[in-house]
């Protein structure tokens, strides 16, 4: 008797998840419900974005008094990377036209040339 129950029970139990699940739509429920980006004609005739230069090359310079230089060359043969020394800070240094020499936002450093052989506030230093 009990065990007739505990199959009547188990029938009922998958009949009605069977009806459940035949109520279910076919086809995915769509999440949106806005009419589209807001921002849509912004972004559209916004000016395109320019990414930053890439390294190109990066040299360490021993310069005339002993020290040693660290100058990362970028892509757009505009900007170099800087460092006084291997562990100090990076200073961004960038030049007007390609070709002309490059200078900190302070003035303070100036770096002439590309290649084996730069000026480094109008000191000589080349590669080591």
């Not at 660290?70 to 562990?87: P, Y």
């Amino acid at each position: 008797m009990k065990l007739l129950r505990t199959r009547k029970n188990v029938a009922l139990a998958l009949g009605a998840s069977v009806l459940l699940l035949s109520a279910c739509k076919d086809e995915p429920e769509s999440m949106n419900t806005g009419t589209g980006d807001p921002m849509d004609a912004e972004l559209a005739n916004a000016a395109p974005v320019e990414l930053p230069p890439m390294l190109k090359s990066s040299h360490t310079y021993r310069c005339k008094d002993n020290s040693l230089i660290v100058v990362g060359f970028m892509t757009d043969d505009k900007t170099v990377n800087f460092q006084a020394s291997k562990e100090a800070p990076v200073t961004i240094l960038k030049a007007p036209e390609a070709g002309q020499p490059f200078v900190s936002a302070d003035g303070k450093t100036t770096i002439a040339g590309q290649g084996n052989e730069i000026s480094y506030n109008g000191q000589a230093c080349k590669t080591s």
